[in-house]
């Protein structure tokens, strides 16, 4: 039995990333694909096997077959999309960041709610097997007490102004493209509501943030973390407690995590060679939509919120 009859907009390679995902997950598939260019959504549907295309978002969303939307357009368009979809009646799962201001976040959910309909931000890290371990180590004790967390995310971003990285029209910026991650990530392992926040950046030629170092403080610990485009960094996210520490090799990916003990002795090490890291969100929404739930307890309303309130506080003070 299909669960989830997904529907696609915007046909870009994240979009074909997701596709291969869904054909992996069961009770999922893709339906149908929109992007504002004809030949763009003919290319894309028949590239990933799908048999409805449409050079219109809204004429996709009037297809019934479809109860679930996939939105993969750069981040300046997601809120103009959200509200389309939640008009018609569908539910969504948006790519990252999916809104860049608290303010918007607080809409959607509202406009979902008010629906009766599922949104999920699309922070598929959260449901990568090492996140998950890790959260696991940490809440059955394994280290003890969380003491501090650091993470760097970083790459050397192409240079072209006009590209989505780093072109202020299309909210390109290394905190909206990446900083999302460690926030995200980081604050799912603490698993403590945010109490403040601090940080400074640094601009593109472009105007946007090219290098972001930022604070987190919750209750028990502080989070210091970075994100930049302006080289490829060593990456990494690293969970001190009083007994041990966890080192996660990538923010975003990677297949190893490590725990090591009070004396820096290795103590266990976790592997999973998963092929495509989305499988792991689209199974969550499927169950969710299964189980007739508007929300992931994984990657819940509350986190996205949070995320986009660090977005103001950071990029606009």
Excluded at 45 to 65: C, R, W
Excluded at 104 to 111: G, K, N, P, Q
Excluded at 118 to 144: N, V
Aim: charged share 20%.
């Amino acid at each position: 039995m299909i669960t989830c009859r997904f529907g696609i907009i915007g046909a870009g390679r994240i979009a074909s990333h997701f596709c291969n995902a869904v054909k992996a997950v069961e009770g999922a598939e893709v339906v149908a694909v929109a992007s504002t260019s004809p030949d763009r959504a003919r290319d894309f549907a028949e590239k990933n096997g799908i048999s409805q295309y449409y050079a219109s978002y809204e004429e996709m969303l009037k297809n019934a077959d479809i109860n679930i939307v996939y939105i993969a357009t750069t981040h300046n368009f997601h809120m103009e999309n959200l509200r389309l979809c939640f008009e018609h009646g569908k539910h969504v799962l948006c790519e990252k960041p999916m809104v860049l201001t608290a303010a918007d976040a607080r809409e959607a959910f509202a406009l979902a709610k008010k629906k009766s309909l599922f949104c999920m931000e699309a922070m598929w890290s959260r449901f990568l097997p090492q996140y998950q371990k890790a959260k696991k180590w940490i809440t059955t004790g394994k280290i003890g007490e969380i003491q501090s967390v650091s993470a760097v995310i970083a790459f050397k971003a192409d240079p072209d102004p006009n590209g989505r990285l780093l072109n202020p029209e299309l909210a390109g910026g290394a905190m909206y493209d990446i900083g999302v991650y460690p926030i995200e990530t980081v604050s799912y392992l603490v698993g403590e509501p945010l109490r403040g926040c601090m940080g400074t950046w640094r601009p593109a030629s472009t105007g946007v943030d090219a290098r972001v170092t930022f604070i987190l403080q919750f209750s028990s610990c502080d989070a210091a973390l970075q994100c930049l485009f302006s080289a490829n960094a060593k990456e990494y996210v690293i969970v001190n407690g009083s007994e041990g520490y966890i080192e996660i090799p990538f923010v975003s990916g990677g297949h190893k995590i490590f725990r090591y003990n009070a004396h820096r002795q290795l103590e266990e090490e976790f592997t999973d060679p998963f092929t495509n890291g989305f499988i792991y969100e689209v199974e969550e929404v499927v169950r969710c939509i299964a189980e007739g739930k508007l929300q992931s307890d994984v990657m819940p309303p509350e986190a996205t919120i949070e995320c986009a309130e660090i977005f103001d506080k950071i990029l606009r003070g």
